[in-house]
């Protein structure tokens, strides 16, 4: 069965340094992999996906993230957090069923303090 | 581009009442569309897949006779919540797929119901 996980329910960083959220994921065949951010009482925006070539996925607002087939992981990152990045982040695969539906990792809220 | 509206942005109802969302793509075609639910400080959860012209369909655990879909044209497709309950309050987030890609999807705004 596919599935995307989101390991950490919460990631706290200090504004200016370094952030990750960490996503893996199971999928049968080659995955489409996307990450979304929503804000509170918002729809999700989409920031990047990987769907085939680069590892590294260059997104919206400075993001990038990093598709590890071998350890099955597609983190998102980036190299300096701003305050306004905190948010709810969403990582997504496409389901194999071809219909275009996605299946969302539970989410991880990032929390960037001045 | 790529816009995807719906309306209301927000709404109170009373129970027993039925409620009608509307989800629709701004600047571009969307053959199907997506219906989810989402819960305070929780993911996405997928309610339907509503297809342009023919019947939606529905994940398991939906009840189909209580969330009606309807998707009559290629920029519009609504749910409709019959006789809602106080359970059906819930943030309601549709998203569009642009006709002939299988690869994003676009979302609209969200839609608050509190049901009373």
């Known amino acids: 069965a596919q599935s995307v996980a989101q390991p950490e329910d919460q990631v706290n960083v200090a504004e200016g340094n370094p952030l990750t959220v960490k996503c893996t994921y199971s999928?049968?065949?080659?995955?489409?992999l996307f990450w979304y951010v929503q804000y509170p009482n918002r729809g999700l925006q989409f920031l990047l996906k990987?769907?085939?070539?680069?590892?590294l996925v260059k997104g919206s607002y400075g993001f990038e993230a990093e598709f590890n087939k071998s350890q099955t992981s597609f983190h998102l990152k980036k190299p300096s957090a701003l305050v306004s990045d905190s948010a709810l982040y969403f990582c997504?695969?496409?389901?194999?069923?071809?219909?275009?539906?996605?299946?969302f990792g539970q989410g991880t809220t990032l929390q960037v303090k001045p | 581009g790529a816009v995807v509206s719906q309306h209301p942005s927000w709404v109170i109802c009373k129970s027993g009442t039925s409620v009608k969302i509307e989800c629709r793509s701004l600047?571009?075609?969307?053959?199907?569309m997506f219906w989810y639910r989402q819960f305070p400080k929780q993911s996405l959860m997928l309610m339907a897949t509503?297809?342009?012209?023919?019947?939606?369909?529905?994940e398991q655990g939906v009840e189909k006779d209580k969330f009606l879909i309807n998707h009559a044209s290629l920029t519009l497709s609504t749910l409709t919540v019959t006789s809602a309950h106080p359970e059906d309050s819930s943030f309601y987030i549709c998203?569009?797929?642009?006709?002939?890609?299988?690869?994003?999807?676009?979302f609209g705004p969200g839609t608050r119901l509190t049901v009373t």
């Open positions: 998203s569009a797929l642009m006709t002939g890609q299988l690869y994003e999807q676009y």
């Open positions: 999928v049968s065949g080659n995955p489409y």
């Open positions: 990987y769907i085939t070539g680069d590892n």
């Open positions: 509503s297809n342009e012209g023919s019947k939606a369909t529905y």
């Open positions: 600047d571009f075609q969307a053959t199907t």
């Open positions: 997504a695969v496409r389901h194999s069923s071809n219909t275009g539906k996605l299946i």
